[in-house]
């Protein structure tokens, strides 16, 4: 497609279960990100990709969560034992390479119930 | 810790009137910075962006102003449209447009007709 492409749009979960969430980023961009928005809040950085470096962890709240993205494209976002306060829109962003502004897919809405 | 700092929550401008939100900023490494619009239900996308090596960015309507002694950037809209409402966010990143962004908390502009 022509943009970032995120999945699912809406997730609804229990409390202590584990999600997933995909991002697949636009083709032949090398830089990939993860965001979340909680409500009311601005974007907060979690993780960050770049081409076949190890990727900058440094944003992620705590080791319930983690990230991983395969072949140099689709990443996946995993939430294990869910806590409320995970509720957030999470946001994925792609940029071509260092040098290029990012762009971001619709979000997933994760709420935690 | 905010990196990234706008101040004001809400603004709310006449159409056809010039919009000016603010964004501040603590982080002296920090060397290039861009805004990004936020409809609801969808993901930021690019707007404008600026590096340290010049004080003015202007794309149409949209002029982007730096002043790197006061770590203060602001954009301008003139003329304001309604469809201009939105949530701006400002990023700001160190190195490159691609690396990883530190977001402001956003600002609301409305545009009343």
């Known amino acids: 497609g022509a943009g970032v492409s995120q999945s699912p749009s809406n997730k609804v979960t229990e409390k202590g279960k584990d999600v997933e969430l995909r991002c697949d980023p636009i083709?032949?961009?090398?830089?990939l990100y993860w965001y979340r928005q909680s409500l009311g809040q601005g974007l907060e950085f979690l993780i960050y990709?770049?081409?076949?470096?190890?990727?900058?962890k440094s944003g992620l709240p705590s080791d319930r969560f983690s990230a991983e993205r395969t072949g140099g494209s689709v990443s996946t976002l995993t939430i294990q034992r869910t806590q409320q306060e995970d509720s957030a829109v999470y946001l994925c962003?792609?940029?071509?390479?260092?040098?290029?502004?990012?762009?971001f897919g619709q979000g997933t809405r994760l709420t935690v119930v | 810790d905010q990196q990234v700092k706008q101040n004001s929550p809400s603004l709310s401008v006449q159409e056809g009137r010039i919009s000016i939100l603010n964004c501040d900023y603590t982080?002296?490494?920090?060397?290039?910075f861009l805004w990004y619009k936020k409809y609801p239900a969808e993901g930021p996308t690019f707007l404008i962006s600026?590096?340290?090596?010049?004080d003015k960015n202007e794309d149409g309507r949209f002029t982007v102003f730096l002043n790197k002694s006061a770590k203060h950037l602001s954009l301008h809209i003139v003329p304001s449209q309604p469809g201009d409402s939105a949530v701006y966010f400002c990023?700001?990143?160190?190195?490159?447009?691609?690396?990883?962004?530190?977001f402001g908390g956003g600002t609301r502009l409305m545009v009343k007709p």
């Open positions: 962003a792609s940029s071509r390479d260092r040098d290029t502004e990012a762009f």
């Open positions: 990709f770049q081409g076949n470096s190890a990727p900058d």
């Open positions: 982080n002296s490494m920090f060397d290039y």
């Open positions: 083709s032949g961009h090398t830089a």
């Open positions: 990023a700001a990143s160190a190195g490159s447009a691609g690396n990883m962004l530190t």
């Open positions: 600026i590096s340290s090596i010049k």
